[in-house]
């Protein structure tokens, strides 16, 4: 069975920065194209960052360009993070991992924008609370 637990959500004043990790069970998160993504309270679950299986490509939500990166933890395998600078109180809400081995997303931003679609694995999520 296949786990995926975020971690490192915290109350943050704005124009701080907070990194989320995010670890698997079952599942070697190298061999999965891999992303964040959050809902805000009363909107839609949004795409934030995305990283490809092999190619490296990422995609990030203009939104959090150039402030937030994701990246992999290649010595470990299955962990990923999400580091986040200049965080605004926009940047509030849930933000869950999820991973997908499927061929259903062409390209990387294709699963972060269509993640809808269907993801294989989601995590639980981890709240992010930006305020002062």
């Known amino acids: 069975q296949v786990q995926l637990v975020e971690s490192g959500g915290a109350l943050v004043q704005p124009g701080g920065s907070l990194t989320l990790s995010c670890t698997a069970s079952?599942?070697?998160?190298?061999?999965?194209?891999v992303g964040w993504f959050r809902q805000a309270p009363g909107k839609e679950r949004e795409g934030v960052s995305c990283l490809a299986r092999t190619s490296g490509r990422l995609y990030n939500n203009p939104s959090v360009k150039d402030r937030f990166t994701i990246s992999r933890d290649s010595t470990k395998n299955n962990l990923i993070y999400l580091q986040m600078n200049d965080l605004k109180p926009e940047d509030t809400g849930v933000y869950y991992c999820?991973?997908?081995?499927?061929?259903?997303?062409?390209?990387?931003?294709?699963?972060?924008?269509?993640?809808?679609?269907?993801?294989?694995?989601w995590g639980k999520g981890t709240l992010v609370n930006v305020s002062s």
């Open positions: 999820a991973a997908d081995r499927s061929p259903r997303f062409p390209t990387v931003q294709s699963m972060c924008v269509n993640h809808q679609w269907g993801m294989d694995y």
């Open positions: 079952g599942l070697i998160l190298d061999h999965a194209a």
